[in-house]
């Protein structure tokens, strides 16, 4: 992303809604991760910034440790927030899309939506590792539900 010499607010990266996905947005001058999943949510924020006018790379690094996940946050690769989720999804996270730039509908964060990110987006790259642990019941039972 490009940060004007303004600090930049907004949603990155947000899928789901209030009651299940996750959001990742920068607020108040503060790097946020949140998810929400089966009633719960986990929140991981990060101190505030000083973000550079110019281009620079955000992280949320959230990595599997059982069903529950461990997420860190980055800016130019320095860690600066790190928390845990306490249980990730193994059926579906959300049956709306993701948003880029902004988070539409029902916001997943404490925000009014859209929540449009005020700077500039280069590329949202989204990884997933081979790990993940899928509940195959759950899923063909939400399937069948859906017709």
Avoid at 14 to 40: K, P
């Amino acid at each position: 992303m490009t940060v004007p010499s303004a600090a930049a607010d907004g949603v990155l990266l947000a899928q789901g809604d209030a009651q299940t996905g996750f959001t990742f947005y920068l607020a108040e001058g503060c790097l946020h991760h949140l998810y929400r999943h089966r009633g719960g949510a986990w929140s991981v924020s990060s101190e505030p910034l000083s973000i550079p006018p110019g281009r620079t790379t955000l992280t949320a690094d959230v990595r599997r440790t059982g069903r529950s996940a461990e997420v860190r946050l980055l800016l130019d690769q320095a860690v600066v927030g790190h928390g845990h989720i306490g249980v990730l999804a193994g059926d579906r996270v959300a049956y709306s899309g993701i948003d880029v730039g902004c988070d539409r509908g029902v916001p997943v964060g404490p925000y009014d939506a859209p929540n449009t990110f005020d700077a500039t987006l280069h590329r949202v790259r989204v990884e997933v590792d081979e790990d993940q642990e899928l509940d195959e019941v759950a899923i063909l039972r939400i399937d069948a539900a859906m017709g």
